[in-house]
Nanobody, 125 residues
């Protein structure tokens, strides 16, 4: 069983920045497809960014140019640098991973078998 632990959430003002981290419990995570999802109150969980084992990244249109996904395979850790944050980015952010190749896209939530517990991001106007 793979465990994922997110950290780095918090409260910021509009235009601010946060960096989320997701640490995986297995060194095999370096081979996994990984992604960040988010879920706002009353809304469905949606994909934000995905990254393959080779570092190729994909983003949804709403965060392109503002968010950067990356990974450090030596540390079994994935990151999400969030800049120019907006109130509509407020949500619980979850990291996800799967040993199967998702491809150069964020993917759907049912394509990821392992999930973290989430970290809250709140952006005030």
């Amino acid at each position: 069983q793979v465990q994922l632990v997110e950290s780095g959430g918090g409260s910021v003002q509009s235009g601010g920045s946060l960096k989320l981290s997701c640490a995986a419990s297995t060194y095999n995570a370096k081979h996994y497809s990984m992604a960040w999802f988010r879920q706002a109150p009353g809304k469905e969980r949606e994909g934000v960014a995905g990254i393959e084992s080779d570092g190729s990244a994909s983003y949804v249109d709403s965060v392109k140019g503002r968010f950067t996904i990356s990974r450090d395979n030596a540390k079994n850790t994935m990151y999400l640098q969030m800049n120019s944050l907006k109130p509509e980015d407020t949500a619980m952010y979850y990291c996800a991973a799967d040993p199967r190749t998702v491809g150069r896209r964020v993917g759907h939530l049912n394509e990821y078998n392992y999930w973290g517990q989430g970290t809250q991001v709140t952006v005030s106007s």
